[in-house]
């Protein structure tokens, strides 16, 4: 299973516990639910996709997993979805690049990157109504789109717990990761990260936070 950049820093990341209720909204093939089930026993996953490809990966790749979690796969639109119960944890990977995606092209991949499909706006608005008191909401998303989502999040009166910002190399933004609540903090614990050095290789922090997910040994790409 490929696991994408973005997905990878999300999913190591975010912090779950044991016995936790988790909504992985847009899950695609499961990378995120996978990887917050390697990090905690006992979890009780939701994983919400409608892509219709996507959500045959989605079921291979929970029926053939070796964790003792509960997947539950929700087939449907997060826009449109009603749940009554709530989560400990939610997390997503959202869609990007809302100008990438026109009328008549086919390409899934395409499509699960537009944001038409489902906006910042909705995926906060929705996400606070589902989580539970004490629960934590973690997504990604381009720092570009940084002012938005931070509107969007006060809007919302949902609270700053961490931040993370991503440079896909020195010193350039390109992500960031917010972990949010229902509650304020009396700090908001910040963080940034590199991903590749000035060399194209990765970084030894990089290497350090995602190792216990490649399949691979990163360190073999490092370049000084």
């Known amino acids: 299973m490929k696991v994408g950049t973005d ?8 912090e779950v516990d044991n016995h936790d209720e988790v909504l992985d909204i847009g899950a695609g093939t499961g990378v995120l639910s996978l990887m917050l089930a390697q990090k905690a026993a006992n979890l009780s996953v939701s994983a919400v996709e409608f892509d219709e490809e996507a959500l045959k990966d989605l079921a291979v790749n929970f029926q053939n997993s070796s964790f003792d979690s509960n997947f539950t796969i929700l087939a449907e639109d997060f826009n449109t ?3 009554e ?8 990977n959202p869609p990007f690049y809302k100008d990438s995606f026109t009328v008549g092209e086919k390409g899934s991949r395409s499509k699960a990157r537009n944001e038409e499909n489902l ?36 809007e919302n009166q949902l609270f700053m717990e961490k931040e993370v910002v991503v440079n896909g190399k020195p010193s350039t933004p390109t992500r960031v990761i ?7 903090s009396d700090k908001v614990e910040k963080y940034s990260l590199t ?8 970084t030894q922090e990089y290497i350090e936070l995602t190792k216990d997910f490649h399949a691979k040994d990163l360190s073999q790409n490092k370049k000084d």
């Open 7 to 14: 997905a990878m820093l999300l999913g190591a990341f975010a």
């Open 81 to 83: 979805l009603e749940l």
């Open 85 to 92: 119960k709530q989560f400990d944890v939610i997390i997503s």
């Open 119 to 154: 906006s910042f706006e909705t995926l906060i608005s929705r996400s606070k109504k589902m989580l539970k008191p004490g629960g934590r909401f973690w997504f990604i998303f381009p720092s570009s789109d940084y002012d938005q989502i931070k509107r969007f999040v006060v």
């Open 178 to 184: 917010f972990c949010l609540s229902l509650v304020k």
């Open 195 to 202: 991903i590749r050095n000035s060399s194209g290789g990765y």
